[in-house]
């Protein structure tokens, strides 16, 4: 080949691997693209039924709309929502977007916790919302959320015993005294809780807050609205002790001739009763629409999320039209979008245009944190109404009540002497163990001390982890005060409040000496009876000729066996005033009904009568299994001495039982110690939390009073000085008893 040639051949050579490398880097940039996997956004809800499937439904048009993107949809319990994302998104483990009403919004702006999207979102889209849902999201000058749906209250009404819904209270009391007899009832609705007293409330003219930051609670208005509601259940309108299930139950009864509720009790009612919904009437003596609170319901995008453009994509679009009518039509919810309500579907559907027109007199919730503390000061009043207290004297404990359980404003504290004391204490543990490791191998134990420690190792490294490490956690948390999910070190300056009395007298409800005392007392006479009943339960099993033991068994059992929350509501509405099962009977037998929660007494009679049905069980087993160790001969030996019946318990059962029964009564006491779940739901603290125990207080001041997570850990840490208390006292106790014997 000359040198012509092979020059061409050359160049040839160049341009195919030019070509191939220029191929190879084009299929390798699109690689990546075509092997990309999406986008994983996480979207956290409370939705329940209809609602949950219609958000679903929504999620999956957007899903095949976008296939770059997926979203991850998590339902959480109500209740524990708000505090979740409070803790969750601050500490990176939050979702992208979330949806919740607006009454948190205050505190979720300031904290960081949503993000603003008046900047992200074009005034066109703003616009096609209705007017009233846009506002309640304003707050500091920006918006925070996109309307999905707004709840309000309204009137619902039976159309076989309703023919005209009332437009004014005055007609609303006369046509509910007419429906109103022989356990039929003309109005119903839960009426001590505040956000179904809200119409009345703000309709009479009452004030949430002055312009100077103060409560209103003892208002002229309020005070007006309180005794309003006192006279409705005076005169027998209401029934006694509502909640929504009796609500519910007497309406699908026809036995409640109106209902005051929201949108979502439509999912409740029986197909066979005809109803229709109204707006509110007009509060006759002051010429006022009865105005409820309107809750908006909006979707959030996460200040940390980490696909804010994916997140803010999916926003728009569960708040576009497509997706409000998928909500409306599934979910049956009022829908905030603009074009939705021109679709026939809505235009013609008088159920959802009713709570439309409510919400042209609704007031959204302020966005202040003190509201939170309104809703408990508020229930509080409304209770003491419906019991008999005068208007005023409620009005007034309910003011009093929302300044008492403000956070505690105590100034922030440098950590560096706590942390000096810390090291110290650390040091001291350390040297200690330095000298206990130095005494086994000078003795020689290496070996067999290895051994154990090796066998030991992983059940107390499970222990410490499950255990120690969220205990040292909680004790921490005691000194420090959150404040706008911004925990602040504050020293010793909870447990000084606690223990000081600072906000409430010494023989206040929610005054730890007091509900000291409650909880002392409480344990003391359960106890009792778990004892007594459980004993006396395991001689009788325990006699050779007893029949059909094996099925008394059973049956003692079952109240151990059923989980307690079942059992604690089972017996709360056996307690109810009007339509417990106590109740009937007492009226068979010629007595008068108890209103079992008004007073301290009773309350705490219905609490210790359910915890007593719960924990005789326990105590019986336990009796009855050392009764069957104790070898007949003993009895015998006795009964040959001429020992009758109680000396042979006193000197032969009762000492060869106390090995089993102390045990058993030590941990029966640490267990009624902290009942949290009788106390809240038989009696929830009533009246006016005077049945509250210290655990119930605890968890009050964590989650129901502006999240006050350290004035909560400290209430823990003193019960675990107590309980720590007892259980050194009870130890020597014990060892003396078993000395004796």
Known sequence: MN?????????????????????????????????????????????????????????????????????ESLANPYESFASKLSTAIPNDNGPDLFIFADDRLGGWAKTGIVAPLDGKVGAAKWASFLPQTVKPLSFDGHIWGLPLAFKTLALFYNTALVKAPPKTTDELVRLAQSRTGSGSFGLAYTADNFFNHAPWYLGFGGVLFYPDGRVGLS???????????????????????????????????????????????????????????????????????????????????????????????????????ESALIRAAVGRQVVASKAAWTDPRLQHDLFLNAFRQQAETAVPIPKRSEMLDVWEAGKLALKMVLRGSTPKAAALAAEHR????????APAKSPLPYLFLLFGLALGILALVIRWLAGVARRGEGKRFRLGWSWAAPAMIATFILIFVPFAIGLGLSFFRHHEGHFIFIGWANFGDILGQHRFRLTEPLSFYYSLVVTVAWTVVNLAIHVTLGLGLALLLNKPTLKLKAVYRVLLIIPWAVPNYITALLWKGMFHEQFGAINAMLKLLGLHPVAWFSSFGTAFFADVCTNAWLGFPFMMVVCLGALQSIPRDLYEAAEVDGAGAWAQFRHVTLP?????????????????????????????GAPDNRTDILIAEAYRWAFQRQEQFGYAAAYAALIFVILLGWSVVSQRIARRAEAVR
Do not use: C
């Open 402 to 409: 929302f300044y008492a359980i403000n956070p505690l404003s």
């Open 656 to 684: 060869l039982l106390q090995p089993a029964l102390i045990p058993a009564v030590l941990l029966g006491m640490v267990w009624t110690f902290n009942a949290f779940n009788v106390i809240y739901l038989v009696s929830g």
């Open 3 to 71: 040198a012509l040639g092979f020059s061409r051949a050359r160049n040839a050579n160049r341009k195919r691997f030019l070509m191939a490398l220029a191929l190879l880097l084009s299929v390798t940039s699109l690689a990546p693209v075509a092997n990309a996997s999406p986008v994983t956004i996480r979207l956290w809800h409370s939705y329940r039924g209809g609602e949950q499937q219609a958000l679903d439904e929504s999620v999956k048009r957007f899903e095949a709309a976008h296939p770059d993107i997926r979203v």
């Open 219 to 321: 208002s002229p208005g309020a005070i007006q609205s309180f005794a309003f509601v006192q006279d409705l259940s005076r005169r027998g309108i209401l029934p006694k002790e509502p909640d929504d299930a009796t609500v519910t139950r007497l309406f699908n009864q026809g036995h409640a001739a109106m209902v005051i509720d929201g949108p979502w009790f439509a999912a409740e009612i029986d197909r066979s009763i005809h109803y229709a919904v109204a707006p509110l009437p007009v509060v006759s003596a002051t010429g006022k629409p009865a105005s409820p609170f309107l809750n908006d319901e909006a979707v959030y995008v996460s200040a940390k999320a980490l696909h804010p453009r994916e997140a803010l994509l999916l926003a728009e679009y569960l708040a576009g039209t």
